[in-house]
């Protein structure tokens, strides 16, 4: 099966920072890649698939790249609301695994 | 304005079984791939299974495959998980998530201690 690893597994920037997030897949997945949100003790929200294309109503300054095994989910300007857990899923066949996770906190 | 909307969950004991159920209304359900995720308690988000819009097709995680079950009825626009041989380990909140679609369901925790 392919693995899908994150990283950092937790980062703190401050408000207006440029945040990137990296996922890595063990095999070639082109862009069958979902990025997700978990605010704290909220349910998971869906913010890009495809690995780039930006689901309706998340704001602009998310934004994803990458295609095969590397990917990024990038903030352009942190948000105190976008304090989160973001996981990435690999989607191209099953199992559809999810990344372990990138803990976003202020600083 | 999608709505996904479960029942079912609870504490059983070991071994025992229990059935999920999903809602799902706003959307046309029967061209939508659906997943179950679920969430341990203070861990990340674990896959454990899809089934294809017309319900022919389902795949499972390795931690679940010949115990957990997944159906749908699209002319209910439903979806269910059965989940059979119940381990402690299988305690987590439990979502149906309409691939692409947001929200997700609001999730039932499922509680496995003796």
């Known amino acids: 099966d392919i693995r899908m690893t994150q990283s950092p597994s937790s980062l703190s920037a401050s408000v207006g920072d440029r945040v990137t997030i990296t996922c890595r897949a063990s095999q070639d997945i082109t862009d069958f890649l979902a990025w997700y949100q978990q605010k704290p003790g909220a349910i998971p929200k869906l913010l890009i698939y495809?690995?780039?294309t930006l689901q309706p109503g998340v704001p602009s300054r998310f934004s994803g790249s990458g295609s095969g095994t590397d990917f990024t989910l990038a903030i352009s300007s942190l948000q105190p609301e976008d304090v989160a857990t973001y996981y990435c899923q690999k989607y191209n066949n099953a199992p559809w695994t999810f990344g372990p996770g990138t803990k976003v906190e202020i600083k | 304005q999608v709505q996904v909307v479960q029942s079912g969950g609870g504490a059983v004991q070991p071994g025992r079984s229990l059935r999920l159920s999903c809602g799902v209304s706003g959307v046309t359900f029967n061209k939508y791939i659906i997943q179950w995720v679920r969430q341990a308690p203070g861990k990340g988000l674990e896959w454990l299974a899809v089934i294809s819009p017309d319900g022919t097709k389902q795949h499972y995680a390795d931690s679940v495959r010949g115990r957990f079950t997944v159906s749908r009825d699209n002319s209910k626009n439903t979806l269910d998980l059965q989940m059979n041989g119940l381990r402690v380990e299988d305690t987590a909140v439990y979502f149906c998530v309409v691939v692409g679609v947001d929200p997700w369901g609001q999730g039932v925790r499922v509680t496995v201690s003796s």
């Open positions: 495809a690995a780039s």
